[in-house]
C-alpha cells in the first residue's frame, strides 16, 4: 500500500489554513501565531510533521520518556510515562508512532521514523519521546517481563553520556548519529531492540571549537565518581587539570547536572549486564583517555622522548599496558627492523591518536553491551507450539536520529560527514514527499498539477560518485604513504575532478571569491546553504583509528575491554586499508536504501531562534528553515487531495470479503474494486479517484471504515482457526496420554505443553496423580493415611535433597506425650495459648540471640508455635503459623532447623530424641508446610544446603554441621556469628 494516513491523523493544519498556505510567508506567520502558546507540532503532509521546538525552563528530557531530574521506570502495567514537555505540544508527533505501528500490525509493514534538522532543533528530545510513547502502548513479549521496558528506559542516559556533547548550539547535542531499531514478533509484541550507530566524533576527545565541552562521561566521571575511585585512577575533580578538558570552555548551563547523572550511568551499566569488575575496567580506560593528555614530549637527538615518565607510568597502569609498549607507539616508527624517532609534533599527533582510539573502543563496547542485553527475545511458547522448524519473523519500527546540520567559521573533515548524512536524508525526504508523489499523480492521471521544488541530487551524487565522488578522492588522499601533504594533495583532486560542478567551489576555481582561502578552503552549497570546509586534518581524520598497530598494542593489555576489543578487529571486523570518508558513505547509502523499503515518517524539527531563548521568535530564522526543508512544497503536494493510495490488486484481495458481489468474481480486479466500492462504501465515491494501477483517496476515513469491517470478518475467521487448530492439538494431545495410560499407567511421558494444550495436560496431571495417590491409599490401612499424606508432603520439599528425612520410620507427631507431667499441663496450655491440638511435639536445644544454648521444649498446634521450658511452661508469646515463612534445614542427618517468622529474628533449634538414628527433621517440616499451606493458602519456602542461615537479633549467622565419630549433639561458638553443629557420624 503506498501513501499513509490510516491511523487517524489530525488535519489540523491543512483543514485550518490549508487555502492560506501558499508560500513560505503564510507558513512563518501561522507558527508565530501557535509559538505565543508554547512548542509547535503541526502536520504538514499525510507522512510528515513538523516540530517547532522551545527552549523551555523546565528539566530538559534526558532519557526515553523520562526527565533529568530522577530516574524513570515502567509502571505496574510495563508502561512509561511521556516527558512532560509533550503534554503542551500537539499530538500529531505521536500519532506518527500509533500510525507506524498500526501499519506494522496491520500489513506486516516495516517502518522508520526519520528525525531532520539543524543542531539545537530537539531532534534528539523527540526521538526519545517518540520511543518513550510505542513502548508505553505496545505489548511486550510477556504480559509480566518488565525487563525490556525498563532496559529501554536505562539506554538514555548511556548514550547521552557517551556520545553527546555541550556544543554552542546545544547542551545535549549527539555526537555521532544513531538509528534505534525496535523489534516485534508477528502478533505486534515488542521483543527487542538494536542500536546502530554511526561515525562518532572522536576528534572531540582532543581538541575542540571554543566555547564547547568533550563529551558528558568525562565531567560525569569527575563530579560524579567517589574520591577514592578518582584516587585509584589518579584523577582530581578540577578539570582545568586536564588538557583534553581544559582547552576550551562550555556553555554556561551544561555540566549542572554533571553528578548526579553520574549515577544513572552507573546504574545503566549494571542494567545492561556490566560487572564491577567491567565496570571498572571502562572506568581506568575512561581515565587512560585524560591521563594520555597529559603527556608531554621534548626534543631528543633528532626526533623526541616523553618528559612526564611518572606520568606515563600512570598510563601504563590504566590501560594494562607496558610503559615500553606506549612509547614504542608513541615515539617511534619501525621501518624494516629498525625503530626511528618521531618529531614532536608528530608523537603529539600519536597521543592524541591513540586517545581517540581507546575512547573510540570504549564507546563501542557500551554499545555492544547494549545490543547484546536488548536482543530480541521471542516467546519460547511459539516454537514448542510451532515445531522444531519453527523461525521467528521479526518487524522493526526503526527510529533514525543523524546529526545535526551546522556550519562553523572553518568546518571539519567530521562536520562534512555529518552535513553529507543531512544532506542524503533531506533527499529521501524529498522523494517520499514531493517527487515520487508527483511522478505517481502523473503516471497514474489523476492530476496534472506541477509544484517547483530544488532537488538536491546533484549535491548528493557530487559525495555519492564512486570515480569521482568527494569520499573517494580524499581516499586516494588518504591511503598513500608517501605522500606528506595530503591534504593538499586533496584540494588538488577535488578541485581539478569535481571543480566545474555547480554546488563547489574554492579559491583555485573561483579567483574573485576572495573569502575563501588559497589552497586552504573549499565551499560546498548544501540544500540549507553554503558551508566552507577547512581542510587542514581532512586525511589525518579520515584515517581509522583502529589501524593494524593500534590493534597489536591493544591486544598485549591486561584491561579486559581494551583487548577484547582488539581481539574483535582482529578477527575480521577491521577492513584493510578502510577510511573513515567511504566506510561513513557506504553506511548511510546502505541507511537511506533500507529507507525505501519501509514505510518512512518524517519529523522535520525546527529551532525559534539561534540564542536559545524561550519566548524570542525570530521570523528570518524560522523562515529560512521552512526554505531549506522544503516544506511548503511538501504542503502543496498535500494540498492536491490524494493522501493515501493502494493498487487495484491489493484493494481487491484485501477487501474482497467484505462485497458478496467481488466473492467468485471472474472479471478485472478494477472492475471488482468498483464493484465492492459501490457495494461498501456507496458515501464515499466521491473522495476516491481510479488511476491506472491504483486507487486514490482524498481522506483516509473509508480506509478506516473498511479496516473496521475487514477487522471484524477476518477475527471471526482466526478465531475459528485457532479453535480447530486447537482441537486439533487437543486430540493428538488425548490420543498420546492415552496410549501410554493404557500400557503403563503408572509413567507416563507428557507431551510439551503449548497454548492449545497447556490447560488441558494440567487437568490431566491433576487427575493423573489423584489416580495414583488413591491406587496407593488403596494398599493402605486407613489409619494410616494421615501419615501418608504427611509423607507425600515431605517428598516433594525434601525428597532427593535431604539424605534422611525420616520417611522409613511411623511418624507418631506429638512425642511429648508420653511424659506424664506433659500430659496433665497441656489442657492448661491449650487454654492459655489458644489452641486445639497438638501436631508435633519434642524436647529441643535452643540457641538465644546471644548464641547462649538453652533446654527447652517446641509444640507444633494447629495454630501457632509454642515454646516451654523443662517445666512445661510457655517462655515466649506463642507464633502463628500464618507469620512462618521459611525452614532452612541442613542436606545432611543432624536435626538441627531454622525457622524464619517474618521478623529480624528466627528460632534457631536441634531435635532431641533418644534414638540419634532416627531423623525427625523431615516430620517437623511436613506437618508445618501442611498445616500453613492447607489453613492460609501458602506454603513456606524450605531452603535444604550444607550449612544454615539465620537472623538472630537482626545479626545474620551461619551454621556449620561438623561430622565427628563419638560425640554428642552441641551447638560450639567459633565466631561472633557462627556456630558449629557438633553431630555423630
Keep these: 500500500m503506498g501513501g499513509h494516513g490510516e491511523a487517524g491523523w489530525e488535519k489540523e493544519l491543512l483543514a485550518r489554513h490549508g487555502s492560506s498556505i501558499q508560500n513560505v510567508?503564510?507558513?512563518?506567520?501561522?507558527?508565530?501565531?501557535?509559538?505565543?502558546?508554547g512548542p509547535v507540532c503541526l502536520q504538514i503532509c499525510a507522512n510528515a510533521v513538523l516540530v517547532l521546538h522551545s527552549y523551555s525552563s523546565g528539566k530538559k528530557p534526558s532519557k526515553f520518556g523520562g526527565s533529568a531530574g530522577g530516574a524513570t521506570s515502567a509502571d505496574s502495567h510495563g508502561r512509561l510515562p511521556l516527558a512532560s514537555w509533550l503534554d503542551t505540544v500537539n499530538r500529531s508527533i505521536l500519532s506518527v508512532v500509533q500510525q507506524a505501528y498500526a501499519r506494522l500490525t496491520q500489513y506486516g509493514r516495516d517502518a522508520c521514523i526519520v528525525f531532520t534538522g539543524e543542531s539545537g532543533a530537539g531532534k534528539t528530545v523527540c526521538c526519545k519521546s517518540c520511543i518513550g510513547h510505542l513502548v508505553s502502548f505496545s505489548p511486550v513479549c510477556r504480559a509480566d517481563d518488565k525487563r525490556l521496558v525498563n532496559l529501554l528506559v536505562r539506554i538514555g542516559p548511556l548514550l547521552d553520556a557517551f556520545g553527546n556533547a555541550a556544543t554552542t548550539q546545544n547542551d545535549n547535542s549527539s555526537r555521532f548519529g544513531k538509528c534505534i531499531g525496535m523489534v516485534f514478533d508477528f502478533r505486534g509484541h515488542l521483543i527487542g531492540a538494536k542500536v546502530l550507530h554511526f561515525m562518532l566524533e572522536r576528534n572531540r576527545v582532543s581538541s575542540r571549537k571554543v566555547g564547547e565541552r568533550n563529551f558528558h562521561i568525562f565531567y560525569q566521571l569527575l563530579k560524579g565518581a567517589p574520591s577514592q575511585l578518582l584516587r585509584s585512577m589518579h584523577l582530581k575533580s578540577d578539570l582545568s587539570h586536564y588538557q583534553y578538558l581544559s582547552r576550551s570552555g562550555g556553555p554556561s548551563t551544561a555540566g549542572s547536572t554533571d553528578k548526579t547523572d553520574f549515577a544513572y550511568v552507573v546504574d545503566a551499566l549494571r542494567a545492561v549486564g556490566l560487572g564491577e569488575e567491567q565496570i571498572l575496567a571502562l572506568w581506568h580506560l575512561l581515565a587512560a583517555t585524560l591521563q594520555l593528555g597529559q603527556l608531554k614530549f621534548e626534543k631528543f637527538e633528532e626526533g623526541s622522548t616523553i618528559l612526564n615518565r611518572p606520568q606515563l607510568k600512570i598510563v601504563a597502569n590504566l590501560t594494562g599496558l607496558r610503559e615500553d609498549d606506549i612509547e614504542q607507539f608513541i615515539c617511534f616508527n619501525n621501518i624494516g627492523d629498525n625503530d626511528f624517532r618521531i618529531r614532536v609534533e608528530d608523537a603529539v599527533r600519536r597521543r592524541d591518536m591513540l586517545a581517540q582510539a581507546v575512547y573510540d573502543q570504549v564507546f563501542m563496547y557500551v554499545i555492544q553491551a547494549i545490543n547484546t542485553v536488548l536482543r530480541p527475545q521471542p516467546d519460547e511458547a511459539d516454537r514448542i507450539t510451532n515445531g522444531p522448524g519453527y523461525r521467528e519473523i521479526y518487524r522493526n519500527i526503526n527510529f533514525i536520529d543523524l546529526y545535526g546540520f551546522a556550519e562553523h567559521q572553518a568546518s571539519t573533515f567530521e562536520q562534512m560527514c555529518m552535513n553529507y548524512s543531512c544532506e542524503k536524508l533531506h533527499q529521501v525526504f524529498l522523494c517520499d514527499t514531493i517527487s515520487a508523489r508527483l511522478r505517481c499523480f502523473r503516471d497514474e492521471g489523476v492530476a496534472d498539477k506541477d509544484v517547483f521544488f530544488t532537488d538536491n541530487i546533484g549535491t548528493c551524487d557530487m559525495f555519492d560518485n564512486t570515480n569521482q565522488g568527494l569520499f573517494t578522492l580524499l581516499d586516494r588522499a588518504t591511503c598513500d604513504p608517501h605522500d606528506e601533504n595530503g591534504d593538499k594533495t586533496f584540494l588538488d583532486f577535488t578541485d581539478s575532478t569535481i571543480g566545474g560542478h555547480d554546488m563547489y567551489t574554492s579559491r583555485q576555481v573561483d579567483p574573485g571569491d576572495t573569502v575563501l582561502c588559497p589552497f586552504l578552503d573549499f565551499r560546498i552549497t548544501h540544500f540549507a546553504g553554503g558551508v566552507t570546509y577547512t581542510i587542514d586534518g581532512f586525511v589525518t581524520s579520515n584515517t581509522e583509528v583502529m589501524t593494524e598497530p593500534v590493534c597489536d598494542l591493544f591486544l598485549r593489555s591486561t584491561n579486559e575491554i581494551a583487548r577484547d576489543l582488539g581481539v574483535n578487529q582482529t578477527r575480521g571486523e577491521m577492513t584493510p586499508n578502510s577510511t573513515v570518508g567511504v566506510n561513513f558513505r557506504n553506511a548511510i547509502t546502505n541507511l537511506t536504501d533500507s529507507i525505501e523499503h519501509q514505510d518512512a515518517y518524517h519529523v522535520r524539527c525546527m529551532k525559534p531562534n539561534n540564542l536559545k531563548s524561550e519566548n524570542y521568535f525570530e521570523e528570518a530564522k524560522v523562515q529560512k528553515q521552512c526554505e531549506d526543508m522544503a516544506v511548503v512544497e511538501a504542503i502543496m503536494v498535500e494540498q492536491l487531495g490524494y493522501t493515501v493510495n493502494i493498487s487495484y490488486f491489493d484493494f481487491f484481495h484485501r477487501y474482497g470479503p467484505l462485497s458478496k458481489k467481488a466473492k467468485g468474481f471472474a472479471g478485472t480486479v478494477v472492475v471488482g474494486c468498483k464493484l465492492i466500492i459501490s457495494e461498501v462504501l456507496p458515501d464515499s465515491v466521491g473522495h476516491i479517484s481510479f488511476g491506472e494501477t491504483k486507487l486514490f483517496f482524498s481522506s483516509v476515513e473509508p480506509l478506516r471504515r473498511l479496516n473496521e469491517l475487514r477487522e471484524d470478518i477476518v477475527g471471526?475467521?482466526?478465531?475459528?482457526?485457532?479453535?480447530?487448530?486447537?482441537?486439533?492439538?487437543?486430540?493428538?494431545?488425548i490420543r498420546l496420554i492415552g496410549e501410554q495410560f493404557r500400557t503403563n499407567g503408572s509413567s507416563i511421558e507428557w507431551p510439551a505443553a503449548n497454548r492449545a494444550t497447556e490447560a488441558l495436560i494440567i487437568a490431566f496431571q491433576k487427575s493423573h496423580r489423584k489416580w495414583l495417590y488413591n491406587r496407593l491409599l488403596a494398599s493402605v490401612p486407613e489409619g494410616l493415611w494421615g501419615d501418608m499424606r504427611l509423607k507425600t508432603t515431605g517428598y516433594a520439599l525434601m525428597g532427593g535433597k535431604r539424605s534422611n528425612w525420616g520417611h522409613a520410620r511411623r511418624w507418631h507427631g506429638d512425642y511429648l506425650s508420653v511424659n506424664p507431667t506433659f500430659r496433665n499441663r497441656l489442657k492448661a496450655l491449650k487454654k492459655e495459648a489458644k489452641f486445639e491440638e497438638v501436631l508435633f511435639s519434642s524436647a529441643i536445644r535452643k540457641v538465644n540471640t546471644k548464641l547462649k544454648i538453652q533446654q527447652r521444649c517446641v509444640l507444633i498446634t494447629d495454630k501457632c508455635l509454642v515454646f516451654l521450658d523443662e517445666a512445661f511452661a510457655i517462655t515466649k508469646p506463642p507464633i502463628s503459623l500464618e507469620n512462618v515463612s521459611g525452614i532452612m534445614i541442613s542436606a545432611g542427618h543432624d536435626q538441627a532447623v531454622a525457622?524464619?517468622?517474618?521478623s529480624k529474628r528466627d528460632w534457631v533449634?536441634?531435635?532431641?530424641?533418644?534414638?540419634?538414628r532416627d531423623d525427625f527433621i523431615g516430620e517437623l517440616v511436613s506437618v508445618i508446610c501442611q498445616r500453613v499451606t492447607r489453613t492460609y493458602g501458602y506454603c513456606p519456602a524450605v531452603v535444604i544446603g550444607q550449612q544454615i542461615q539465620a537472623s538472630l537479633a537482626g545479626d545474620e549467622i551461619t551454621i556449620d554441621i561438623d561430622y565427628q565419630f563419638n560425640?554428642?549433639?552441641?551447638?560450639?561458638?567459633?565466631?561472633?556469628?557462627?556456630?558449629?553443629?557438633?553431630?555423630p557420624a
Excluded at 560425640?967 to 553431630?983: D, G, I, N, R
Aim: with cysteine; net charge positive; aromatic share 12%.
Design 25 to 37: 510567508e503564510g507558513l512563518v506567520a501561522i507558527l508565530k501565531e501557535k509559538f505565543s502558546a
Design 716 to 733: 471471526g475467521a482466526a478465531d475459528r482457526i485457532r479453535l480447530f487448530w486447537w482441537k486439533h492439538c487437543a486430540r493428538k494431545a
Design 899 to 902: 525457622i524464619s517468622c517474618g
Design 909 to 916: 533449634f536441634m531435635l532431641r530424641q533418644p534414638d540419634l
Design 967 to 983: 560425640v554428642q549433639p552441641e551447638f560450639k561458638k567459633t565466631a561472633s556469628h557462627a556456630l558449629t553443629l557438633l553431630w
